[in-house]
């Protein structure tokens, strides 16, 4: 098993020792990771992009939005609406997939990825930017720097063989920043935020219903890519249904740092950290067990 599967966890120790130090590094890494490297992340894969990519994009936006409307229906409030909808699908999906399912599936995350994060991002903002009426929150939501780089993303698709050819050396070293980084802030928060047990019991219902909605609507999104005969979907079906055991994106806890000064999400995150580790060690070892 590669050692790529253990860099999440290994970046969240290194965080988690950070947090332990006087050093105050965790308002200066999140501004850093929301501001700069996500959207250059988002801009290359958005230029660069592959056949079925915007369809995944596009599905994945879907789906959490309707995700976010199911939420707000139940609680207002921002930070439980967007550990809900808002997965980790970069920084722990990414590695996951691609170690266990190959490029193909490392694809699909990344598209996944890019749409989950053009909203958890943007919308999130908009969610955490308090103390504003609807019309200031909206103008802060369509500033955020994801809205921003799918624009010029966009405008950079005729030039996508110069960047991939050219900017591929510096995009590896964005992609390692953006999950050393994320992991790295969770863990400065969780020396922060000692976790009992009664955090775990809290994360059990929220993990299963996120599990049955998300299982629901890549079914729905699967069923669709099928009569329109859409390769890369049908031939990575595993991992899209990987999603639905995806813990909330530790980029939450990021936002929540930058806007609002607080860090509530390290419990929610961690917690369902925890259990999503033990199902997709489960649900890795079924379908590579039934692949035999």
Known sequence: ????????????????????????????????LT??????????????????????MLGMVVMVAIMLLLSRAFT???????????LNIGWLGLPVASTLFGDGAAM?????????????????????????????????????PPVWALIVGLACIPFATQIEHYARPVYEVLKFLMVFLGMAILGIWLSETPLKIAD????????????????????????????YDIALVIENKPTLYMIALLPPAAN????????????????????????????IALYVGVVLWLRL
């Open 1 to 32: 098993m590669s050692l790529y599967l253990f860099a999440p966890l290994i970046y969240l120790l290194i965080g988690f020792g950070l947090g332990r130090t006087r050093f105050e590094i965790k308002g200066r890494a999140s501004a850093l």
């Open 35 to 56: 501001k700069w490297v996500i959207p250059l992340v988002l801009i290359y894969n958005i230029a660069t992009h592959q056949p079925g990519v915007f369809v995944i």
């Open 76 to 86: 207002p409030d921002p930070v439980q609406n967007l550990c809900f909808c808002y």
């Open 108 to 144: 699909v995350i990344i598209a996944a990825y890019v749409g989950s994060s053009l909203w958890g991002n943007s919308v999130g903002v908009g969610l955490m930017a308090q103390g504003q009426n609807l019309k200031s929150r909206l103008l802060q939501t369509l500033k955020a």
């Open 200 to 227: 775990f019991k809290l994360a059990l219902q929220p993990f299963f219903a996120r599990l049955v909605t998300v299982s629901v609507l890549v079914s729905i999104f699967i069923a669709i890519c099928q009569y």
């Open 252 to 279: 939450i806890v990021v936002l929540e740092t930058h806007y609002m000064k607080t860090g509530r999400s390290a419990s929610m995150i961690a917690s369902g950290t925890f259990l999503s580790i033990i199902a």
